[in-house]
């Protein structure tokens, strides 16, 4: 086994998945744990974290771990960990790097063994380490970080700034196989394994009771639901399903029809659609909306609950919770909150304490939750469906009552657009909001919207990183299709009203048809339209941004560079309704996927 030391980091888990990958069992441990309990393990990780390690009261660990003889590696805070701890300096640096960067190898060996010259690295950091320790030797650098890669061979520690365990790092998986060949772990963990463990944990845990069961349509809670009902039979599981009013048009029938297809039969459709409209009036803070959806989700199940006199004793919550809610939503000691998944919310969190949540999938990535669910048996149109977030179109449709002010809007647009005329580009910021994530924290920022010259998506995806690494009050780059240039922007306050929804549920609909009739729904993993309480020169009507990313698990994504003549195809058929139709050209981070 290998312990990953959890520093708070979006992606420690993240890490354990890679291992598993790897066929090695990994277990994410705390940094408080004690020493003595990590003498078991084979190998050491520390994850990365949202702290500075100089900062007061910053998470550590017993340098005891220098002493175990066992192989150690660092992932960005971990890294600065090792440097701090054992004599070297860690500094915050000018620039603040998110994404991706060139990482050119020193050193072939050890953790880079079979990798050299240049190779794509994924960065997420403000601090930087500026003296390596003692017996420590460069392993790699980049432009912006000379101590990228460092480690003591004798030791067996390694550790880097860039995060190894991200896809984008194109040499990651190969450096964490090196790292599990130095721990010398057999390899032996499988699905099948995980399953089999599974199935006993849940029967151990429901022991005579039921499971009432929240069920979407969606990818987790259907492959929640099929391990549930094989654990403790069909007749101990009853799904209930939602319709929120928030869900994509027609989306209550198509679930239906699908769960229906997959063999889950013994479930409710419940029409809560005025219970979540009128909890949601006149609400414009993303992360009220977010708890006020959660609240009302429970509300709505104990209301059915008690239509169906289960007692309550006998019954216990299940939910298709996977890992990506529960560490955005700060569900980790150290971590930072990015957002509150709807399945996170305190009366939620209560009832976990009182062992009446069953999460089956908590541990999983949705890559792992696809596996699993192709191993029960389930069809591919259930597995391999876009994801959709349970609070649904409700986290699409951006409110707001009033324009926010962009701090020294003149001063900062006039920089902006002195960097972006040497490329032919103009741009002007929005005088709203959207949550990001960068350096493991949540960020709540303006997005910036480009135009001009045509450019290949490649320098538009350098542009947008360069950007919002150097400007730090945005958050996100849009690159404008629909009109050609903005000459005004004016705030149209709203909140989450039926009109707005029907609207929202209409372009996404367009989206939706659009992405199935050009066959581009395997090239996206999912494709997001968001409704923008803006108006652009002077036209009355919302705007609308087009948000297709490429991701595995959600923990990082990339843009979709959807060929030209297909995008221009969207456009025409969204902008007789909408003053201003945007693409999105952020990556995951600094943005999220979601706008909020
Ligand atoms: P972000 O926006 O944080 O989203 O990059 C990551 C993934 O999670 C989905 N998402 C949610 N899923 N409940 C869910 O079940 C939620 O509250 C929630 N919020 C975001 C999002 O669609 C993306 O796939």
């Given at each position: 086994m290998i312990a990953v030391i959890d520093f708070g980091s979006q992606y420690a888990h993240l890490i354990a998945n890679r291992i598993r990958r790897l066929k090695v069992y990994a277990e994410i441990l705390l940094p408080e744990t004690p020493l003595e309990e990590l003498k078991k393990y084979k190998g050491i990780i520390l994850s990365g974290g949202p702290q500075s390690v100089y900062g007061e009261g910053s998470a550590t660990i017993d340098p005891g771990i220098f002493k175990l003889g066992v192989p150690i590696l660092g992932v960005?805070?971990?890294?600065?960990?090792?440097?701090?701890?054992?004599?070297?300096?860690?500094?915050?640096?000018?620039?603040?790097?998110?994404?991706?960067?060139?990482?050119?190898?020193?050193?072939?060996?050890?953790?880079?063994?079979?990798i050299s010259g240049e190779t794509q690295a994924w960065m997420s950091h403000g601090d930087t380490v500026t003296k390596i320790p003692p017996g420590f030797s460069i392993y790699g650098s980049t432009a912006d970080c000379l101590t990228a890669a460092m480690g003591d061979a004798k030791r067996r520690i390694f550790a880097v700034q860039f995060h190894m365990e991200v896809k984008h790092t194109k040499k990651g998986l190969l450096m964490l196989d090196n790292f599990l060949k130095l721990c010398k772990v057999e390899r032996t963990w499988s699905m099948q394994k995980f399953m089999k463990r599974k199935l006993e944990e849940v029967k151990k845990m429901i022991g005579e009771r039921k499971v009432f069961l929240l069920v979407s349509g969606g990818v987790d809670s259907t492959v929640a639901y099929a391990l549930l009902c094989k654990a403790l039979g069909p007749e101990r599981v009853y799904g209930l399903s939602i319709d929120t009013g928030l869900l994509r048009k027609d989306e209550a029938k198509k679930t239906d029809a699908l769960l229906k297809r997959a063999g889950i039969k013994n479930f409710h459709i419940y029409d809560a659609k005025k219970e979540f409209l009128s909890a949601l009036k006149g609400e414009t803070d993303p992360e009220k909306k977010r708890?006020?959806?959660?609240?009302?989700?429970?509300?709505?199940?104990?209301k059915v609950a008690k239509k169906l006199?289960?007692?309550?004793?006998?019954?216990?919550?299940?939910?298709?919770?996977?890992?990506?809610?529960?560490?955005?939503?700060?569900?980790?000691?150290?971590?930072?909150?990015?957002?509150?998944?709807?399945?996170?919310?305190?009366?939620?969190?209560?009832?976990?304490?009182?062992?009446?949540?069953?999460?089956?999938?908590?541990?999983?990535?949705?890559?792992?939750?696809?596996?699993?669910?192709?191993?029960?048996?389930?069809?591919?149109?259930?597995?391999?469906?876009?994801?959709?977030?349970?609070?649904?179109?409700?986290?699409?449709i951006l409110c707001t009552k009033k324009a926010v002010p962009v701090p020294n809007q003149a001063e900062l647009e006039k920089k902006i657009n002195d960097h972006l005329a040497s490329h032919g580009l103009r741009g002007v910021i929005l005088p709203i909001q959207s949550v990001g994530v960068g350096g493991d924290s949540r960020s709540y920022k303006h997005p910036l919207v480009i135009w001009g010259k045509k450019q290949p998506w490649k320098k538009l995806e350098t542009l947008s990183t360069a950007l919002t690494n150097r400007f730090t009050d945005i958050n996100r780059v849009c690159l404008l299709l629909h009109p050609q240039e903005i000459h005004s922007v004016k705030v149209r306050p709203g909140t989450l009203t039926a009109p707005r929804i029907a609207l929202a549920q209409e372009l996404d609909d367009i989206v939706v048809t659009f992405t199935k009739r050009e066959k581009i729904e395997d090239k996206v993993w999912q494709f997001p339209t968001v409704l923008l309480p803006i108006e652009v020169n002077g036209e009355v009507k919302e705007g609308v941004v087009l948000r297709p990313i490429c991701s595995d698990e959600a923990m990082t994504a990339h843009f979709y560079k959807m060929p030209l003549p297909l995008l221009e195809k969207c456009v025409k058929k969204l902008r007789q309704k909408a003053s201003v139709v945007l693409y999105d050209i952020t990556n995951k981070p600094p943005a999220t996927i979601e706008w909020e």
């Amino acid at each position: 086994m290998i312990a990953v030391i959890d520093f708070g980091s979006q992606y420690a888990h993240l890490i354990a998945n890679r291992i598993r990958r790897l066929k090695v069992y990994a277990e994410i441990l705390l940094p408080e744990t004690p020493l003595e309990e990590l003498k078991k393990y084979k190998g050491i990780i520390l994850s990365g974290g949202p702290q500075s390690v100089y900062g007061e009261g910053s998470a550590t660990i017993d340098p005891g771990i220098f002493k175990l003889g066992v192989p150690i590696l660092g992932v960005c805070y971990g890294h600065h960990l090792i440097a701090h701890l054992l004599g070297g300096k860690v500094e915050s640096g000018m620039t603040k790097e998110y994404g991706l960067a060139q990482l050119s190898i020193k050193k072939s060996s050890g953790l880079f063994a079979g990798i050299s010259g240049e190779t794509q690295a994924w960065m997420s950091h403000g601090d930087t380490v500026t003296k390596i320790p003692p017996g420590f030797s460069i392993y790699g650098s980049t432009a912006d970080c000379l101590t990228a890669a460092m480690g003591d061979a004798k030791r067996r520690i390694f550790a880097v700034q860039f995060h190894m365990e991200v896809k984008h790092t194109k040499k990651g998986l190969l450096m964490l196989d090196n790292f599990l060949k130095l721990c010398k772990v057999e390899r032996t963990w499988s699905m099948q394994k995980f399953m089999k463990r599974k199935l006993e944990e849940v029967k151990k845990m429901i022991g005579e009771r039921k499971v009432f069961l929240l069920v979407s349509g969606g990818v987790d809670s259907t492959v929640a639901y099929a391990l549930l009902c094989k654990a403790l039979g069909p007749e101990r599981v009853y799904g209930l399903s939602i319709d929120t009013g928030l869900l994509r048009k027609d989306e209550a029938k198509k679930t239906d029809a699908l769960l229906k297809r997959a063999g889950i039969k013994n479930f409710h459709i419940y029409d809560a659609k005025k219970e979540f409209l009128s909890a949601l009036k006149g609400e414009t803070d993303p992360e009220k909306k977010r708890a006020i959806i959660g609240t009302t989700f429970l509300e709505v199940q104990a209301k059915v609950a008690k239509k169906l006199k289960l007692n309550p004793d006998d019954w216990v919550l299940g939910q298709g919770t996977i890992y990506p809610d529960t560490i955005e939503s700060k569900g980790t000691k150290h971590s930072d909150k990015i957002k509150t998944h709807h399945n996170r919310v305190p009366e939620i969190l209560k009832l976990i304490e009182e062992n009446k949540v069953i999460e089956p999938l908590a541990e999983l990535y949705k890559d792992e939750v696809r596996a699993l669910g192709s191993r029960l048996g389930l069809p591919d149109e259930a597995v391999w469906k876009h994801p959709f977030p349970g609070p649904g179109l409700g986290v699409r449709i951006l409110c707001t009552k009033k324009a926010v002010p962009v701090p020294n809007q003149a001063e900062l647009e006039k920089k902006i657009n002195d960097h972006l005329a040497s490329h032919g580009l103009r741009g002007v910021i929005l005088p709203i909001q959207s949550v990001g994530v960068g350096g493991d924290s949540r960020s709540y920022k303006h997005p910036l919207v480009i135009w001009g010259k045509k450019q290949p998506w490649k320098k538009l995806e350098t542009l947008s990183t360069a950007l919002t690494n150097r400007f730090t009050d945005i958050n996100r780059v849009c690159l404008l299709l629909h009109p050609q240039e903005i000459h005004s922007v004016k705030v149209r306050p709203g909140t989450l009203t039926a009109p707005r929804i029907a609207l929202a549920q209409e372009l996404d609909d367009i989206v939706v048809t659009f992405t199935k009739r050009e066959k581009i729904e395997d090239k996206v993993w999912q494709f997001p339209t968001v409704l923008l309480p803006i108006e652009v020169n002077g036209e009355v009507k919302e705007g609308v941004v087009l948000r297709p990313i490429c991701s595995d698990e959600a923990m990082t994504a990339h843009f979709y560079k959807m060929p030209l003549p297909l995008l221009e195809k969207c456009v025409k058929k969204l902008r007789q309704k909408a003053s201003v139709v945007l693409y999105d050209i952020t990556n995951k981070p600094p943005a999220t996927i979601e706008w909020e």
